[in-house]
């Protein structure tokens, strides 16, 4: 299973950037997808997630009312729509995967069985 993430970059504070990630190796619409970010120093945080068919969305409260997850089974992709950047935001963003269950399940980073390299985005005030 091979995830390929992309989409970050240098941008500044109130822009707007739209993450991909996609899925090779397995069957993506029975997979349930997760974004993580990790900044400089710190842990790998939960930022959002989705189940296999797209019907339940997770997402950190930080991140509430900004970010967006999606994702087309047809393209094997999950996206990450990002408004509104801010500084706090700058970090490596990771897409996760995993056959996962319970809703606790999809906020932890050891649920998930597979990880994309990861994509920087960082956000300049």
């Known amino acids: 299973v091979q995830l390929q993430a992309s989409g970050g970059g240098l941008v500044k504070a109130g822009d707007s950037l739209r993450l991909s990630c996609v899925v090779s190796?397995?069957?993506?619409?029975?997979?349930?997808m997760g974004w993580f970010r990790q900044a400089p120093g710190k842990e790998r945080d939960f930022v959002a997630a989705?189940?296999?068919?797209?019907?339940?969305?997770y997402y950190a409260d930080s991140v509430k009312g900004r970010f967006t997850i999606s994702r087309d089974n047809a393209k094997n992709t999950v996206y990450l729509q990002i408004n509104s950047l801010q500084s706090e935001d700058t970090a490596v963003y990771y897409c996760?995967?995993?056959?996962?269950?319970?809703?606790?399940?999809?906020?932890?980073?050891?649920?998930?069985?597979?990880w994309g390299q990861g994509t920087q985005v960082t956000v300049s005030s």
């Open positions: 190796g397995r069957t993506f619409s029975s997979t349930a």
């Open positions: 989705i189940n296999w068919s797209g019907g339940s969305t």
């Open positions: 996760g995967a995993g056959i996962l269950s319970s809703k606790e399940s999809y906020y932890s980073s050891r649920r998930y069985a597979y």
